[in-house]
Nanobody
Framework: QVQLVEFGGGLVQAGGSLRLACSAS????????MTWYRQAPGKQRELVAS???????NYADSVKGRFTISRENAENTMYLQMNSLKPEDTAVYYC???????????WGQGTRVTVSS
């Protein structure tokens, strides 16, 4: 089992910045890529950004150029630096990773980000 815990959500004005963190514990060897998802009120959960163990990244078009995903493998922590935030970035942000053998998805409890206009 892998446990994921998110930190860093909050309320920020449009144009501001926030940094989210996701700390992984447990059987870390079972995961490779780590991913940020978000779910806005009344909408489906969507992928924001992902990063592999080797540092390969992928971003949703809506956040390219504004968000940066990074990872400190030695600390088992993933980050999401969010700049130039927009009201439409308001959502609960979730950390995710998938078990490389069983394909089980691991999820954090989510952290709320609210961007005021």
């Amino acid at each position: 089992q892998v446990q994921l815990v998110e930190f860093g959500g909050g309320l920020v004005q449009a144009g501001g910045s926030l940094r989210l963190a996701c700390s992984a514990s447990g059987n870390i060897f079972r995961i490779n890529a780590m991913t940020w998802y978000r779910q806005a009120p009344g909408k489906q959960r969507e992928l924001v950004a992902s990063i592999t163990n080797s540092g390969t990244t992928n971003y949703a078009d809506s956040v390219k150029g504004r968000f940066t995903i990074s990872r400190e493998n030695a600390e088992n922590t993933m980050y999401l630096q969010m700049n130039s935030l927009k009201p439409e970035d308001t959502a609960v942000y979730y950390c995710n990773s998938r078990d490389r053998w069983s394909s089980q998805d691991y999820w954090g409890q989510g952290t709320r980000v609210t961007v005021s206009s």
